[in-house]
């Protein structure tokens, strides 16, 4: 009942006509699918790509032991380090620019800032090609260290964005409380407002990984041995590259989907553990409430 009636209200009830032109716009769209799906098929007959041998590769155990898991471990390495260090930078610049110091919040503005708006490729790229100047690391580590490098100074901004947002959005209530007991500003902003704004954003943030996860795939451009550059190098071998492109996106699908439906239960579990109303970025990868957001103190210090 309190469906319907939510429905009525944002939506007219159609009627017979608007019914009849949904039933057509249905059919004539599955029938405009099926269609490009039979033509693909086609396509692919025609160049030979339904053929068994192209497929049958694809459950051999040399191709799952000396490529696709040793390319699927390199994947989620480099995801987990970057999703870590990622963190780690969210928070430092999140909180510098939440700080009441001028030049603080000025220095994470511009770091932020900057991060944010360099591909994330571009940075790879670079840092593959700085580093090699140098004898630090040695040629088979470079694109590992460039990959995490470049996904933890992208993703480590937008997280900041994220964490900033989310503290901005509390009920400003929750800092003048603490300042009201006696708290300085800056145990209020690490003990009493992220501690609530780290669990607001928690689906926001799983959905930032996803992304983390699925951008390891550019280190494929700098030689990093991840999951589809070992696809694409066996399906060189194999002459089946479609083949094993298809099956690493499906991989890559089958693991953002067990990510997305995490990041869909801990929301429901965080909202139906908090009293807090708090609006969040709606766990959409890398977008913020405010793309560019002013740059002002929290909150104020009452005056005595």
């Known amino acids: 009942m309190k469906r319907h009636v939510t429905t009525s209200v944002l939506f007219d009830i159609p009627g017979p006509k608007a019914r009849a032109r949904t039933r057509i716009f249905n059919i004539v769209s599955l029938v405009l699918i099926a269609?490009?799906?039979?033509?693909?098929?086609?396509?692919?007959?025609?160049?030979?790509?339904?053929?068994?041998?192209?497929?049958?590769?694809?459950?051999?155990?040399?191709?799952w032991a000396n490529y696709l898991l040793p390319g699927l471990f390199n994947t989620l390495k480099a995801a987990l380090i970057a999703v870590i260090t990622s963190v780690a930078f969210g928070i430092f610049f999140g909180m510098a620019r939440l700080s009441p110091l001028a030049p603080v919040r000025w220095f994470g503005t511009v770091v932020v800032e900057f991060f944010r708006a360099v591909p994330v490729?571009?940075?790879?790229?670079?840092?593959?090609?700085?580093?090699?100047?140098?004898?630090?690391?040695?040629?088979?580590?470079?694109?590992?260290?460039a990959v995490v490098l470049g996904l933890t100074l992208y993703n480590g901004s937008v997280i900041a964005e994220l964490l900033r947002s989310g503290v901005h959005q509390l009920p400003k209530g929750q800092g003048e409380a603490g300042l009201a007991i006696g708290l300085t500003p800056w145990k209020v902003l690490t003990s009493v407002l992220v501690p609530q704004a780290m669990t607001a954003m928690m689906p926001s943030l799983l959905s930032q990984f996803v992304v983390i996860l699925k951008d390891t795939a550019l280190g494929y451009i700098i030689s990093y041995p991840e999951l589809l550059a070992s696809a694409r190098r066996f399906g060189s071998g194999e002459g089946n590259i479609l083949q094993m492109l298809l099956l690493a996106a499906l991989i890559f699908i089958v693991i953002n989907f067990a990510l997305t439906l995490l990041a869909e239960y801990l929301s429901k579990f965080m909202s139906s553990r908090s009293d807090v109303a708090i609006k969040h970025a709606d766990g959409v990868p890398g977008e913020v409430d405010d793309a560019r957001p002013k740059t002002e103190m929290m909150f104020k210090i009452p005056k005595a």
């Open 35 to 63: 269609a490009l799906l039979l033509y693909i098929g086609v396509v692919m007959h025609r160049q030979g790509q339904l053929e068994a041998e192209k497929w049958t590769s694809l459950f051999s155990g040399n191709l």
């Open 121 to 145: 490729l571009i940075m790879m790229i670079f840092f593959w090609l700085f580093l090699g100047q140098f004898s630090i690391f040695s040629p088979s580590q470079l694109p590992f260290i």
